[in-house]
């Protein structure tokens, strides 16, 4: 980051106040408003966060007008393409892709920290099997830090980070896989050490004692592509909660259990479920398209169409052109027809013709097709965000300790525009 030698001139009550402009590697500029409150007594107020860097981060460029993403400067395609998700989750966490010694010990790593404390499964027992899988990741990555504790949060070694940073990756994938058994009833399955990340985890979803899963090739290359295309996108809503919540110097796994809850919600991460009950509604309907286009349209209705839209990209977002290719890919590998995936086509380009999404720059996003590529490998709807959670977690790590290494880092405390009562005085009870 470069101070610029021009300043901002900002005029208040008729004074004019310089504020300095700060420029990113890639040209942003952005107006350092950190001394505006002592200089004018005035604060910003920027609804949502549309306009406000809460920091300066070196890992995720993200050009939302020409739609291009990179982590660590890397394009995301090239990556998706010629990268594994562990080796992705490397880059994002130290920054430089490894060399082949350090991605065999980050990986061999990862088996070995794939158990859970046997303990833990009893939580299990504990949960309806109607639970919904983010209730019990979210609960289960806090308790994480009860049994595997001995570790200084604020000032880790090298070894303690590293160790923590691996065992957060492979017990979250086990305990994804055991909450979708609890859900099914059956009999948990352990991670196995000759299986690599991926088939590692398809084997404890889908493997029984009666009945082998076999791990196809297309499968896997399917997975890690959406992996490596959901492990970070800068300052989200979850990534950004991550952050918030580590700024208080809570512990990695408490901001990583604020991030899943974060990434719950509809508007953000859970969309990807709330898109495949969309568009199973309009498949059961007959497939018509044009009556959830008017209602996305309407704003006396709060329905919106899932999947589309987002704060930052204002053209196509390049992991959902990505995504789409590889959905019609393993659909096609796979035999598969599935007509969910011809509704969403012509949901998107009836949208894209519509004046209505033109205007607003609504495309697809990275959770329009997801969930047609996870239904299609026989993942239940109701797993789809922690599929989510579960590639996320690199770009959450590196975040977190980006800011605790970042030297002028500050605990995160917005201020607020007060627009209640004025002060009045206490009236008893039996007064009112
Ligand atoms: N359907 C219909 N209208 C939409 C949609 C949509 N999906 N998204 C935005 N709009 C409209 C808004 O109503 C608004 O219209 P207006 O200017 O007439 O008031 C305009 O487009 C701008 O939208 P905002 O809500 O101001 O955009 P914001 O940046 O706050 O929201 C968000 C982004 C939350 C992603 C929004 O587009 C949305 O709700 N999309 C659907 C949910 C979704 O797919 N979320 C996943 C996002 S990707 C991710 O988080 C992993």
Not at 13 to 22: A, C, K, Q, R
């Amino acid at each position: 980051m470069d101070q610029s030698q021009a300043n901002a001139k900002v005029v208040v009550d008729g004074n004019t106040f310089e504020l300095p402009v700060i420029i990113g590697t890639e040209g942003e500029r952005g107006i350092d408003i950190s001394k505006l409150r002592s200089l004018t007594n005035y604060v910003t107020f920027d609804h949502g966060f549309g306009n406000t860097s809460n920091c300066a981060s070196a890992i995720t460029f993200l050009d939302g007008e020409s739609g291009v993403l990179r982590y660590r400067g890397y394009p995301i395609e090239q990556l998706a393409e010629q990268s594994s998700f562990i080796e992705t989750a490397y880059l994002l966490i130290y920054g430089e892709l490894p060399n082949s010694d350090q991605l065999r010990h980050f990986s061999e790593s990862f088996t070995e920290h794939s158990m859970l404390h046997e303990d833990m499964k009893n939580f299990f027992d504990g949960y309806p099997s109607t639970a919904h899988p983010m209730a019990i990741l979210a609960s289960m990555v806090c308790s994480l830090s009860a049994y595997y504790p001995g570790i200084d949060m604020l000032n880790p070694t090298k070894e303690d980070f590293d160790r923590i940073v691996v065992m957060l990756m492979s017990k979250v994938r086990t305990i994804v896989a055991f909450a979708h058994k609890k859900s099914l009833g059956q009999p948990f399955v352990y991670p196995r050490h000759d299986l690599e990340y991926i088939p590692n985890f398809l084997n404890m979803l889908f493997s029984s004692p009666t009945h082998q899963y076999k791990i196809y090739d297309e499968v896997v290359q399917a997975l890690k592509v959406l992996f490596i295309l959901h492990a970070d996108h800068e300052q989200n809503c979850s990534t950004s909660t991550v952050r918030l919540v580590g700024s208080s110097w809570a512990n990695l796994y408490a901001s990583i259990t604020a991030g899943i809850c974060a990434l719950w919600g509809p508007l953000h991460g859970g969309a990807n479920e709330e898109v495949i009950m969309m568009l199973e509604q309009m498949y059961r309907e007959g497939g018509d398209v044009d009556k959830y286009i008017s209602m996305a349209k309407d704003k006396s209705s709060r329905f919106r169409l899932m999947g589309f839209g987002h704060r930052v990209y204002k053209s196509y977002d390049p992991r959902a052109k990505i995504i789409k290719k590889s959905a019609h890919d393993l659909l096609k590998k796979l035999g598969i027809h599935d007509p969910l995936l011809e509704i969403a086509v012509k949901l998107e380009e009836k949208a894209l013709a519509d004046p209505y999404f033109i205007e607003r720059n609504l495309y697809p996003n990275v959770d329009f097709y997801s969930g047609i590529i996870y239904k299609a490998i026989g993942i239940p709807m109701n797993m789809f965000t922690v599929m989510f959670a579960i590639a996320r977690l690199p770009g959450w790590i590196a975040h977190w300790k980006e800011m605790m290494e970042s030297p002028g880092a500050k605990i995160g405390r917005p201020r607020q525009i007060y627009v209640g009562m004025n002060k009045r005085d206490y009236v008893p009870i039996t007064k009112r």
